[in-house]
């Protein structure tokens, strides 16, 4: 059986990279829990030998090691805090070869654009261009504002002014 894949070479590049950061942050993260394992084990166990034997030189260095793993253990817990807040940070990304493409997909024969403007801050997009008509124009608005990746459409009362070629400007606000 064979399969077809229809994305852009860019994009199943972009999806590659994608999971080769998905996959090495799950590693790292394996990596500092066997770590984290280990210190406690070693911890308890240099705990256990400093409680059943007496002051010797061997218990110095026992505390020392004690000193050592605790050192180790901040140290894993706070690489433990920066990858959550890259996994995070990967997280709330938007992908904008993405939206472009849902845009795409939803206009309508008869729509030429001529700018679009992505905020990441905001999750908007800005789109401005013109329709062959005003039914095209009100087509492409319906279409907007029931597509489920747009939470909310702002769209001036002035684009349906024209009754052909009207020009038009939409601020699409992304659902989360």
């Not at 972009?14 to 590693?27: F, K, M, P, W, Y």
């Not at 709330?92 to 939206?99: A, E, G, K, L, N």
């Amino acid at each position: 059986m064979h399969e077809l894949n229809l994305l852009p070479p860019v994009r199943r590049q972009q999806l590659q990279q994608e999971s080769a950061l998905v996959n090495i942050s799950r590693l790292i993260r394996r990596i500092i829990i066997a770590f984290a394992v280990l210190t406690l084990v070693g911890v308890t166990a240099a705990v256990f030998f400093v409680v059943t034997s007496g002051a010797t030189p061997q218990t110095v260095a026992l505390k020392e090691s004690l000193s050592q793993y605790q050192q180790l253990r901040r140290d894993i817990n706070s690489q433990n805090a920066r990858l959550t807040a890259i996994t995070q940070l990967t997280r709330q990304r938007i992908t904008w070869s993405d939206v472009i493409g849902k845009l795409l997909g939803s206009l309508p024969p008869g729509v030429t654009l001529q700018q679009i403007t992505a905020d990441s801050t905001n999750s908007r997009l800005l789109i401005i261009g013109q329709a062959s008509s005003r039914d095209v124009l009100v087509t492409l608005d319906q279409q907007l504002r029931s597509a489920a990746w747009i939470s909310h459409v702002d769209a001036p009362a002035d684009n349906l002014l024209e009754r052909t070629n009207p020009s038009f400007t939409f601020t699409l606000t992304l659902a989360p």
